[in-house]
């Protein structure tokens, strides 16, 4: 098993109704580059979405609801590292179509048309907005 299950896994859910639809009144910024509102200050005023102002509480998920909380919690971790090693991947994924581009065969043609296929749409650069939409 992966080490990151081996951390007791926690929810937080309402006093009174105990939902889920729980959070903290925060602050946000808008970062520029990333075009997203990120999280600022957090504060102590707790709200439920059905009940309102009300204090929340640590939940400790038990059974199905914990093996569910672990499945949610893998995936996320998985695409967390597959971003930070996306250029890495990008890497060793050019190095082999450079190195097996010469020794093309019918056999291997799939794989490289396919790895071709991954490195073009990467490099998309309709996911690029205008740097200038107005001109
Ligand atoms: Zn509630």
């Excluded at 709200?47 to 609801?65: R, S």
């Excluded at 097996?100 to 799939?110: D, G, K, R, S, V």
């Excluded at 396919?114 to 073009?120: F, R, Y």
Aim: with cysteine; charged share 20%.
């Amino acid at each position: 098993m992966p080490s990151q299950t081996n951390i007791p896994l926690i929810a937080y859910r309402c006093s009174q109704c105990h939902g889920k639809d729980v959070g903290y009144d925060a602050s946000s910024a808008f970062n520029e580059a990333s075009q997203t509102w990120e999280l600022g200050t957090e504060y102590d005023s707790a709200w439920c979405n059905d009940c309102g102002d009300v204090p929340i509480e640590i939940y400790h998920p038990q059974g199905d609801e914990l093996q569910a909380l672990v499945v949610l919690r893998a995936e996320h971790i998985r695409k967390e590292r597959l971003a930070e090693n996306a250029q890495d991947l990008y890497d060793a994924l050019t190095g082999m179509v450079e190195a097996l581009t010469p020794h093309a065969t019918e056999q291997n043609a799939l794989i490289l048309a396919n790895a071709h296929a991954v490195l073009a749409r990467i490099n998309d650069d309709a996911t690029l907005p205008a740097a200038n939409p107005g001109a």
